[in-house]
């Protein structure tokens, strides 16, 4: 790996980080999944994977290990896999809006049935249902975010790069 | 109209349907009537240990708590995902000493704030002094 590959990891990370300390007093609407699917888009896979590893590594420092923390392990990679995947048939900011809003809107149902590992599916299933509200949130909020900023962001990040 | 915006308008109007379809059929229903329900407040650092047995018709904990504030003194904070307890029986968690009351219903862990958790005959609600 080169130097400027590192550099660009760090940045990277620090800016997944940031973005979702800008918008934590907001339940559920996040940067996060947005910056994911471009960076995978616009660097490619493997440095946007080792961007999430080094990004969820801080979520640990900053906020202490849970169970919770291995789900984040899973799913954000899990999107990067998702958007490499879709990159390959569509660069359409419809195609990614799509993911990120089903994205949003499984977070729950994705953590209801990691959590029910630790705490059985008694716990999984009231967890899920009170967290819907939250779901339909995260899924509208992923898909207005992606829709609107995945084509002047990419086009931004595409200029710089050929500077 | 714009292509974007009519999909955002679209969405936008199926997450309202949803989410009055989620409330009208999938949030925790309170039952009326008169229920028999205890509710227990444990800190054990400052050596309050109370328990009530009470009869009420609140619909949620949190009424129940309104309804017994001048024993219990509840004290809530505000934050982005609804209220949360900081204080009772006149004691507030220490956020320096990762202090929070736990609350426990039936002994498990409430998924749920008090002005969601519905007041069921016959549970009992504790709410205990715990460090995060």
């Known amino acids: 790996m080169k130097a400027s590959d590192i550099t660009l990891i760090a940045i990277l990370s620090a800016s997944l980080t940031a973005g979702k300390l800008v918008l934590s007093v907001v339940p559920n609407v996040e940067v996060v999944t947005f910056l994911l699917i471009v960076y995978t888009v616009m660097f490619g896979i493997k440095r946007a994977m ?12 900053m906020y202490g290990f849970g169970t919770w ?14 958007t490499h995947f879709i990159s390959k048939h569509t660069k359409s900011e419809y195609g990614f809006a799509i993911l990120a809003s089903i994205y949003g809107f499984s977070f729950g149902l994705f953590f209801a049935l990691f959590e029910s590992i630790f705490y059985g599916i008694s716990y999984a299933i009231p967890y899920w249902i009170s ?13 207005i975010i992606v829709l609107v900023l995945f084509n002047p962001i990419t086009k931004t990040i595409e200029h710089l790069k050929k500077e | 109209m714009n292509k974007k915006v009519m999909w955002i308008i679209i969405v936008v109007l199926v997450a309202l349907v949803s989410l009055f379809m989620y409330n009208q059929y999938l949030a925790p229903q309170a039952t009326e009537g008169e229920k028999a329900v205890t509710v227990e407040v444990i800190a054990e650092s400052q050596g309050i240990e109370k328990i ?8 949620y904990l949190y009424d129940l708590l309104m309804e017994i504030q001048d024993d219990v003194k509840p004290e809530f904070e505000e934050a982005s995902f609804g209220i949360y307890i900081t204080g009772l029986e006149g004691y507030t968690a220490d956020e320096a000493k990762n202090e929070f009351y736990a ?30």
Not at chain 1, 50 to 61: G, K, P, Q, S
Not at chain 1, 69 to 82: A, F, K, R, S, T
Not at chain 1, 131 to 143: E, K, Q
């Open chain 1, 50 to 61: 080792f961007a999430t590893i080094v990004f969820v590594t801080t979520e640990v420092l």
């Open chain 1, 69 to 82: 923390i291995m789900g984040y392990y899973v799913i954000w990679p899990m999107l990067i896999l998702l």
């Open chain 1, 131 to 143: 967290g819907l509200p939250f779901d339909i949130v995260h899924g509208v909020s992923n898909f």
């Open chain 2, 103 to 132: 609350i426990k219903v039936n002994g498990v862990d409430a998924v749920v704030g008090v002005k969601e958790l519905p007041v069921v005959d016959g549970e009992v609600y504790r709410f205990e002094l715990s460090n995060w």
């Open chain 2, 52 to 59: 009530y047995d009470l009869n009420t018709d609140a619909e």
